[in-house]
């Protein structure tokens, strides 16, 4: 899929409607960016979704399942992982879905498809409720978050289809980035927050073969505003889960040219039923061992140092190895040049506050650099 694929032809009302926005989209530079991302609070409790519903002109919403193929029990089991992604801009006749399923057991595939039109039918302002019916896939999900979430869907690319219940792991399990904060830079103004700690059951069909999942785990993400990744020149959104909890840590850097590169991102963790607050400068996502990628001019990572929170004696609260079991890399077209994109299914081992522990999750890692 190429950028031209994707260009959508903006009605004159969508500007009109939107004149203060695109303001400050024009307006926003390298020195705001930092400033913005600077005067990030630190919390000592999760916020929460002001409003779970449709509103704006763009949506964008990401949902994950992360299971065992043979639907064996345990956090240590976990091979697999599905991802199904959408944006949604009917007033700019656009739309976009991403799909792919990362897995140690089952083919690792991907597919992607621009439409010229909203894609979203009966929506709602209070639930995350949307629907999608198109020739290549059908997909409901329903709920809110401190209640959960129904899932229901029909790739019809990769041959997967599920009915999938999302229930809190922890209520605690929620982060608004930003504080909730509409965070703006040049070409994205955008109003997101992950949900990162859910249990899944269900069951899922992939390849002719039924699993039944009793103890999965899952992620969805929802976002509301104007948003590209046009100035994006690295992006690692990494979910690690435990079974006594989970990490969920975001890192991305802007490229705006003459003006040069910043860095932006968050995270959270809940681990035995303690939330804690990552902040750009209280994190790191290392990377620390490479290989070739069939799939890419460029090596990808394949083994990371992870490490975030400081005690009083100046120690990492967390400290993690996290390797790679399986990935899928492809060629994305969604920014200004090449974007070189992997997805993974990953073990992470080490500490946190000492104590060992141990676990399996995913990392999406996109960038448009090239690594010899």
Known sequence: MSTQDIQPKLPIMFYIKNFGLLLKLKRANRKRGEDFVKSNKKLEKPLYPKSEGNQGPMEEGMIY???????????????????FFWVDAPSMHFSVVDSFIVSEQFSSQQWAKAYSKGILLNKTKNRYHQEVTEPEVDFLIDG????????????????????????????????????????????????????????????????????????????????????????IYDWRWLNLQFPNGTVHLFYHSFDLAKEGIFIAGEGALVLDDEWYHFQPYDFTLEEIGFAEDQNLPSKVPIKWKVTGGKDTQGKNLLDLHVTANAKLSWIGGLGKENEYITNYVLKAEGTWKGKRIQGKGTLENQMHRIIE
């Open 65 to 83: 399942v992360l299971f065992n193929s043979a639907g064996q029990d345990g956090i240590d089991n976990i091979d697999t992982s599905f991802r």
């Open 144 to 231: 809110t978050w401190n209640k959960g979430y129904f899932f229901e869907f029909h790739d019809k690319k990769l041959h997967i289809k599920a009915k999938l219940n999302y229930t809190p792991l922890n209520e605690k399990g929620i982060i608004c980035y930003y504080n909730g904060r509409m965070a703006i830079i040049p070409s994205m103004a955008q109003v997101s927050y992950d949900g990162f700690a859910f249990t899944v059951t269900g069951e899922i069909e992939i390849e002719g073969k039924k699993v039944r999942i009793t103890n999965g785990r899952g992620i969805i993400e929802h976002g509301i505003g104007i948003f590209s990744t046009f100035h």
